[in-house]
């Protein structure tokens, strides 16, 4: 490790003021004026438009970023809580109509014709697209939306069980569920349920006022649902829903299958005639749940360690982090659930945020955000804001890589090579089994959109039909009937960022192919991986893909031949 770093310094601001005080619009709003009545009549003019535009998004962007990790971070802050939704329902909404003057003012200028390629084509296509959809009326609705999502983030940071006298989070609920004793995992499991159980009321009402808000938004921009609002508000311009579809029925055919051998092979190998919800993460050796960590600064340092082994860069990352400290890592009462790299586009040092309990599964969340942070180092000289903020399919290429190719190199991690084998295992089989459960999540947000005026009794009916597509249909579930149609509530995406989701499967397959390719060349293979992060988003996915070395395809022939690939991987730890 480097005994020196380079450490970020936020740059010195050309156009905002360093003592601007976000909390008063009248301070703001004279910045965007400046922009919007701005004379423009050189394109020297329009450069230094689109630059003070860009440091004025990023300053607002970090700005409300850093508002809500100290949310996050303490959700019994009520302080940081009134902070951030001051933001988001005072000053966000005024904002927003001057975006869409600024957008005009940008897509009329004569001299947009002279900025072609690198990247600016993809910003100005996202540009169009937002004037195409801004509607005024919706600033109102998108605050509202957003409070929701932070009563959302409220309400399940809450939720903790007291078990064996001490109160526990869910995360650390969860370490219990890997218990080889049965009866201490069942205990747990129904005190979770229970627990969750006694906010599912709650969290349908949050979710029925979020859906009638976001349909109203939709059918205000000229839409028949929020789907289709929000696919073109996602900048989803490389694909479309039927390809949705089409990804849905490749998991069902050619993944389903695979996983459901793993089922049967837990439920041979634990001896019972039935598999409870409560035996899926209990390890098949007998032996006690992998716990390659005491605390989250352990587990910092030692992943630290295996990205130098990684690339130096990466590893250079981390460490860079850790001095800024822009982590925040052990689970606590109180923390919101959930795990996140945050981008901070001012200083360009993004910020990590999870629920660490020591388990194996906190490694591959620490490697997977510790992926994004790399994305976040590398994009962050790219001269606009715009040009950082990526799509979804680009960013988790970046963290799902990250864990396979890690994994070259747990030997750092666990000493014990049976660990190790056991840990690989674990880690093939998720990358399989999380497929059904993203296309699950995906079809079930389909289904949230096109039957928007549904009752809470079909939403949860339609969870279990969408459920049993994609299951192995393995787990019984007969004692646990109304927590069944709600386990969609632990999922944050359906909440605070709709229609996220399938970019993970998407994503997976991407990782799989690199993490193939890095097995037969890694300094290759990590070349282009760094060549495909730093072009953040200045080219369309399949490019930013094909510079990684692999293919934007959701086929059943690819994902069969990918899936084909990690069974044999799987075969050599037998």
Sequence with gaps: MKNTLDIPQKPARKFIPENLNLDEWSEVEPLLKDLADRNISTKEDFNKWLLDRSEMEAVFAENVGRRYIKMTVNTKDEAAAKSYEHFVTNINPKISPFDDVLNKKLNDSSFKKDLKGGGYDIYFRGIQSAIELY?????????????????YGS?????TITYKGEE?????????????????????????????LEDAEEMD???????????????????????DYKFKAMGRFDYEVID??????????????IVKTFAEERKSKLGYDTLKPYDLSVSLDGKPPLKPFTSGEEMLDKTIELFYKIDTYCGERLEIMKEMKHLDLESKTGKAPGGYNYPLYE?????????????????????????????????????????????????????????????????SIYDNKEDLKKAKKEQLEGVLEVLPWVATVDAYQHWLYENANHTVTERHA????????????????????????VTWQKQLHIFEVPFYYIEYGMAQLGAIALWR?????????????????????????????????????????????????VKEELNKLK
């Design 135 to 151: 509607r005024d009326e919706n600033n109102e609705l998108f605050a509202k939306d957003a409070q929701l999502g932070q009563k």
């Design 155 to 159: 309400v399940s940071g809450k939720q």
């Design 168 to 196: 526990i989070t869910m995360q650390q609920a969860g370490t219990h569920l890997k218990s080889t004793d049965r009866g201490e995992r069942k205990e747990v499991f129904d005190l979770t349920a229970k627990r969750r």
């Design 205 to 227: 009402s949050i979710l029925t006022d979020m859906i009638k808000i976001r349909t109203e938004a939709a059918k205000n921009a000229g839409f028949d649902n929020y789907r």
């Design 244 to 257: 949705c579809f089409n990804f849905h029925e490749s998991i069902a055919k050619e993944i389903v299958p």
């Design 347 to 411: 200083i360009g040092v993004p910020f990590i945020f999870m629920n660490s309990v020591g388990l194996h599964r906190d490694l591959v969340t620490m490697v997977h955000e510790g992926g994004h942070a790399v994305h976040s180092f590398l994009s962050r000289d790219l001269p606009l804001t715009s040009f950082k903020s990526l799509t979804s399919e680009i960013a988790e290429l970046a963290s799902m890589s990250m864990e396979l190719i890690s994994m070259e190199h747990w030997d």
């Design 462 to 485: 339609a969870w279990l039909e969408i459920s049993k597509k994609f299951s192995t249909n393995t787990t019984d579930w007969s004692d646990y009937k109304d927590y069944q149609n």
């Design 517 to 565: 390719n890095y097995k037969r060349n890694p300094s290759k293979t990590m070349q282009q991986y760094k060549e495909a992060l730093a072009l953040g988003y200045t080219k369309s996915i399949p490019e930013v893909y094909k510079t990684a070395g692999v293919e934007f395809d959701f086929s059943k022939t690819y994902v069969s031949e990918l899936a084909s690939f």
